[in-house]
């Protein structure tokens, strides 16, 4: 019994390291491409250190299942705005006469931006039912177009930028705003 003890325990000492870890190198990497490593890297690590017990433990669930969260708070937030206003949470809604698909609504032109920075190639339509590659997606876009909305914790812009990066401000957006920030998915 007292090595199963000692054994949970360092398996939590080793999973509070890796969380420390991953938020002092997070913040220090600059591109989204470096993060999205060490959170995967990180993922790995506590899956392969948390084994099951008798007892359920607490884990980090930023680090496991949401490494959008551990990073840009800010980004899960608008992200899931998006996802309900864009597609009522179905991974297969078509819009935009056919050219905006999947989760996020997402067009063909933002899809091979996000891809070029994530350096993968996701093929288009078929992967905008995949939700994380969705939010991966947006997420490169924003490091690219709205880094500073990231940092500062500003939704609003983040929603702005993921509809119209090069004019956020024109006046159909203001309208577009409001509505995803009501969870209005009309319009």
């Avoid at 996000?114 to 590659?133: A, D, H």
Wanted: charge should be positive; proline fraction near 5%.
């Amino acid at each position: 019994m007292k090595s199963n003890i000692l054994g949970n325990s360092l398996n939590t000492i080793s999973i509070i390291l890796i969380a420390i870890a991953v938020i002092l190198t997070t913040n220090r990497c600059k591109r989204i491409e470096d993060r999205i490593i060490v959170l995967e890297l990180a993922k790995k690590a506590t899956q392969t250190i948390a084994q099951p017990t008798t007892k359920p433990k607490v884990v980090y669930a930023d680090v496991e299942t949401d490494p959008i969260s551990s990073v840009y708070p800010v980004a899960r937030k608008a992200l899931n705005l998006l996802r309900q206003h864009e597609s009522r949470n179905n991974a297969n809604a078509i819009g935009d006469g056919g050219k905006a698909h999947g989760w996020l609504q997402q067009h063909k032109g933002h899809w091979d931006r996000g891809c070029e920075m994530l350096k993968v190639k996701w093929p288009y339509p078929e992967s905008t039912t995949n939700l994380e590659r969705c939010e991966r997606i947006a997420l490169a876009n924003w490091q690219r177009d709205a880094r500073q909305y990231l940092q500062t914790g500003n939704v609003n812009e983040l929603i702005r930028r993921f509809r119209l990066p090069f004019a956020p401000y024109r006046k159909s957006n203001d309208e577009y705003l409001a509505k995803v920030l009501k969870g209005n998915p009309d319009g």
